[in-house]
């Protein structure tokens, strides 16, 4: 078939390199991008970006299941000659007629390496109709929001159009919150603020087709911006992107001077801003983390916010799929991956509720919050955009400072540290990677070093996406925590 001759051609021109052999890690195919060029197979959703590698998204939105990862990893590691077989094993397997129109989105980051990496991909599925969209976020390379009636024509415009313009009427929902919009904005030179007190319309504006949108965020995209000479005046939020922007991290300097960062704490958030109970439903609220969340997180979730707390393995398809089980699972690893998703039932109890309000009371206000929070966030993956629109809108409507939000409770003192060894596979873990079943007599050595510690707590797991055995130890104090991290490295060896 033509098909497979052109995808044989197309692979000779990216060569995987002698002797290289990919494992689809915890979110795709990680390796020096100069290493990656080879990897031209289809799927929907591809993004692009040098840290990230290779990281593929299904047909809605989400990472791909463990058996596409297995096809893959079999097409990625296929050598030339070996790789029509590879394909059409897949094929036949999958049942998959080639006769049927194929759609695909690639999208990259903007660092130089990108281009490359994308056209390689591009190249690959030259037979197919694929789209490249340019640089954008993962967020924005999402099929399903695709394939929503309001995303049509101007989809890659009008996406984050829509989230801002969300954001801004959850805000506008609550009239106290008003006097914020007399601030001068940071977002575009073409808006009037407006007057205390005064309505806002909801408008984008005509210039840059930005929504109206007055919120002093100083915002930077990627950390590396501050090593570019950033200024941080004291306490001024920022926050910052990763890539591919499905994670987002706050941070401010205060008066001294010091660095604060707020780490893993946007499961904290979102269900702040669930008015749920004011609006008259009675959905179950679940957070869900993995071990690296900070002991005091999990306290706060459990003994103050009053919430359900699950544990699942590293990686965002397991949190994805723990929340899934409620009404609303919030989900975010302490590295920032994540978002908040709403059962069927959940989502059609709000939109109902909402369509139904039409006084101006606390509860129907409340609903109509809901309903924005609904439609804002992104339930695929996590997409830093949308995380930092709510996040602002939160903190506005709470009239917040990102100093309160740092006060809500102190994180213990912990250490992550990397252990190489000649096997890391040799480590099996159990209880959502909280304990290690094999090599014999591990957990045992970890358990007594931690007894040496107050608050104490350490868990090794092998990493999905570097050759290293990670450690993470917390303690009562910054020298008990490196400490522990440093003694339960060595039982690693
Ligand atoms: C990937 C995962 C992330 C996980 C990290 C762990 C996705 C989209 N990304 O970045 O969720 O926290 O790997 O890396 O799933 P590690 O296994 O090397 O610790």
Not at 124 to 146: C, D, F, I, M, Y
Not at 149 to 173: D, K, N, W
Not at 379 to 404: K, N
């Amino acid at each position: 078939m033509a098909q497979f001759e052109e995808v044989s051609q197309q692979s000779a021109v990216h060569p995987k390199p002698v002797g290289l052999v990919l494992q689809y890690g915890t979110a795709g195919f990680r390796t020096n991008s100069k290493q990656l060029d080879h990897k031209t197979k289809a799927t929907i959703g591809v993004m692009v970006t040098e840290d990230n590698g290779v990281k593929l998204v299904d047909t809605m939105g989400e990472m791909v299941t463990p058996a596409w990862e297995g096809y893959a990893t079999q097409l990625a590691n296929a050598e030339q000659e070996g790789l029509l077989t590879a394909m059409k094993d897949v094929i036949e397997r999958e049942a998959i007629s080639m006769a049927q129109e194929a759609s695909m989105f690639v999208s990259k980051d903007t660092r130089p390496s990108s281009e490359s990496l994308s056209q390689a991909v591009l190249d690959g599925v030259h037979a197919l109709e694929s789209h490249s969209k340019g640089a954008l976020t993962l967020g924005q390379n999402l099929s399903r929001r695709h394939s929503m009636p309001r995303f049509t024509s101007t989809v890659f415009t009008s996406y984050h159009t829509l989230v801002c313009a969300l954001c801004l009427e959850s805000i506008l929902l609550r009239p106290e919150t008003c006097s914020f919009y007399s601030v001068p904005n940071a977002l575009d030179d073409h808006q009037t603020p407006l007057e205390k007190g005064q309505s806002h319309p909801l408008s984008v504006c005509l210039y840059c087709s930005l929504p109206r949108f007055p919120i002093p965020i100083f915002l930077l995209f990627c950390l590396t911006s501050l090593s570019l000479g950033v200024e941080m005046s004291a306490g001024e939020r920022c926050c910052s992107y990763d890539g591919d922007a499905d994670r987002i991290v706050y941070y401010y300097c205060d008066s001294a001077g010091r660095f604060h960062l707020l780490d893993g704490r946007q499961d904290c958030h979102p269900h702040q801003h669930i008015p749920q109970r004011t609006a008259g439903l009675d959905l179950q609220i679940a957070v869900v983390q993995t071990a690296y969340a900070n002991g005091i997180s999990t306290r706060y979730l459990e003994d103050t916010m009053k919430v359900i707390v699950r544990c699942t393995k590293t990686g965002v398809k397991h949190l994805h799929h723990a929340a899934q089980e409620f009404d609303i699972g919030v989900y975010f690893e302490a590295n920032a991956h994540g978002t908040v998703l709403f059962s069927k039932e959940a989502e059609e109890n709000i939109q109902q509720l909402a369509r139904d309000s039409n006084t101006n009371d606390e509860r129907e206000n409340a609903a109509l919050l809901l309903q924005n929070t609904v439609n804002l966030l992104n339930q695929t993956v996590g997409d830093a955009i949308s995380d930092m629109l709510l996040i602002e809108a939160v903190l506005t409507i709470r009239g917040m400072t990102v100093q309160q939000w740092d006060a809500i409770y102190t994180d213990l003192p912990n250490r992550q540290l990397k252990v190489k060894v000649a096997d890391r596979r040799v480590i099996d873990t159990t209880d959502a990677e909280r304990r290690t079943v094999s090599p014999a007599g591990l957990q045992e050595a970890i358990d007594s070093l931690v007894h040496k510690h107050r608050q104490a707590r350490s868990f090794v797991r092998p990493s999905g996406t570097e050759d290293v055995v990670r450690v993470y130890a917390e303690a009562d104090t910054q020298e008990s925590a490196d400490a522990l991290a440093h003694e339960v490295s060595l039982a690693v060896y």
